[in-house]
């Protein structure tokens, strides 16, 4: 009896005015089989994250629901922020957690895609692993010039023509709807506060600069201290430890050391138990072997 | 909404007659809220372990049920096998897993041994955390001169009196019931066949030699290549990190290398982590980041 468990995790163009991301939170929560993790809202931004799971069926029901009452609560006419957006629900990543495949999250995207277009009448743009053309995998070419720019280009510009939906924004504006792996946002702090080193560093690990391939990285300097920013956009194929051993090898050739790291957000348990298994050099080891999955296993069995 | 679970590890003297062990093992899941995660029976020990979870009602009504079984189905008069015992039932201990104290456990063992002592009227002793004088916190003390010898000590040495249950062995001899921390059974191999290399190691490394507090650790020549074979009896005191890093450095100073490790058994969630976390130094980590902690809280406050 193993779970099917997706991850969803909106992204709304408000951060201001709390009753309406409360709405928005209620709606999705309201779904049976549904849980919310956690929210956070960003009044620069103006923008909120509301991260949730449930069943495949769940999770499409309550995304629907959140993309609904936001469509009838923000007017993109008047939001303002320093976010990029092209709509009041503007991204809907599906990442698969447990028992469910990436080619299920591809089709749990379309389902709602379809549904969003159908029913709401807003345009959808499929994107990263859901993308139907190349170009859409990256999530900023969907949102090139932005809600206003988007609203002249859909009309006659056939590059930009939805995948659901009419080809017309309205003041809902437009979603993009998608499937990834989960990403894990990991800084790592040195011990210097020279920006110009943790630069160096993000360069050589990144994938634009010929670093590893799931892996985004900028320098920055943070309470003082220079830190390599990284976003692992799929740690089953570039491990945390590998970066992490990477940045390790570079700091030292710039004669400075690794301070500390820091995980911003959720991580899956999966990826914390692949660094032990990889430093404690555990090559046998099966994740049956932990005590809570045995557990849960167990406690399922038994209902 | 937290869970209240206990582990508890009875060992049973009877590794052959698999039809005994199924009659304990049906025992122990038959009672509600306990759920069995692991067996494993030896005919050369003629032992049995039985692995099992649940709330700490569930758990001492489950290790009775299954001292109760034993005691009727195992005469230690004609038993035999090579591990040291002193009754049907030779060792239960209650280990704390989640929302639970060492001391709950204590507590769950002096209730436990109270009722064996009363109603199965079989001697009890308490052992490990549980031990009410010091002597007995090690259990080869408890199982001095094994079933055999304990039946004349028992009458006349007061040393040997009994925590619970009366000062004479019935054919189901007496039964060692503790608390401790939960075990975890840790090889390492070595680039070499050299034994010698291991037992130098296993000796640095081990609290008896000299070495880290809770390591229990032996040299051994296994499938052609040097292993240190080790039982960390409390890895939130002695981390495995630790015990691994230290192995890693005395190999170095013989001119060898760790080859891999191995996890015999289960081992606590917590345990991984905390190796990910050392490694990659994670100084900031709460658990409650691991998206499973967070869907399992939020799955159970959903009922």
Same mark, same amino acid.
């Given at each position: 009896m193993a779970r099917h468990l997706v991850e969803c995790i909106p992204n709304f163009s408000e951060g201001r005015r709390i009753e309406v991301v409360d709405a928005i939170a209620e709606a999705i929560g309201a779904v049976h089989g549904a849980a919310i993790l956690d929210r956070h809202s960003d009044t620069d931004h103006n923008r909120s994250v509301i991260t949730f799971v449930g069943t495949p069926e769940a999770v499409v029901e309550a995304a629907f629901a959140g993309i609904r009452t936001a469509a009838q609560l923000i007017d993109l006419d008047v939001q303002q922020g320093e976010h990029p957006r092209i709509g009041a629900a503007d991204v809907v990543p599906f990442v698969p957690i447990e028992g469910v495949t990436m080619d299920e999250c591809v089709s749990l995207a379309r389902t709602l895609g379809d549904r969003v277009g159908r029913e709401l009448q807003i345009p959808v743009y499929l994107y990263e692993v859901a993308a139907t053309r190349p170009e859409r995998q990256n999530l900023a070419n969907? /949102? %090139?010039?932005?809600? *206003?720019?988007?609203?002249?280009?859909?009309?006659?510009?056939?590059?930009?023509?939805?995948?659901?939906?009419? $080809?017309?924004?309205?003041?809902?504006?437009? %979603?993009?709807?998608?499937? /990834?792996?989960?990403?894990?946002?990991?800084?790592?702090?040195?011990?210097?506060?020279?920006? *110009?080193?943790?630069?160096?560093?993000?360069?050589?690990?990144?994938?634009?600069?010929?670093?590893?391939?799931?892996?985004?990285?900028?320098?920055?300097? %943070?309470?003082?201290?220079?830190?390599? $920013?990284?976003?692992?956009?799929?740690?089953?194929?570039?491990?945390?430890?590998?970066?992490? *051993?990477?940045?390790?090898?570079?700091?030292? /050739?710039?004669?400075?050391?690794?301070?500390?790291?820091?995980? %911003?957000?959720?991580?899956?348990?999966?990826?914390?138990?692949?660094?032990? /298994?990889?430093?404690?050099?555990?090559?046998?080891?099966?994740?049956?072997?932990?005590?809570?999955?045995?557990?849960?296993?167990a406690l399922k069995s038994d209902t």
């Open positions: 969907v /949102r %090139v010039g932005q809600y *206003e720019g988007l609203k002249e280009a859909i009309l006659n510009d056939p590059d930009r023509a939805p995948d659901f939906g009419p $080809s017309k924004l309205g003041k809902a504006g437009a %979603v993009a709807i998608g499937a /990834r792996a989960p990403l894990i946002a990991f800084n790592v702090y040195l011990t210097t506060d020279d920006i *110009e080193i943790a630069k160096k560093i993000a360069l050589a690990v990144r994938h634009s600069g010929g670093g590893l391939a799931y892996v985004k990285a900028l320098g920055l300097l %943070v309470k003082g201290r220079a830190q390599v $920013s990284m976003n692992l956009t799929d740690y089953t194929r570039t491990p945390i430890h590998q970066a992490v *051993e990477l940045i390790r090898r570079e700091a030292a /050739r710039y004669g400075v050391a690794v301070h500390h790291s820091e995980l %911003v957000g959720l991580i899956p348990q999966a990826a914390l138990v692949d660094a032990a /298994r990889w430093y404690l050099q555990l090559d046998e080891f099966v994740p049956d072997q932990i005590l809570e999955t045995r557990l849960g296993d």
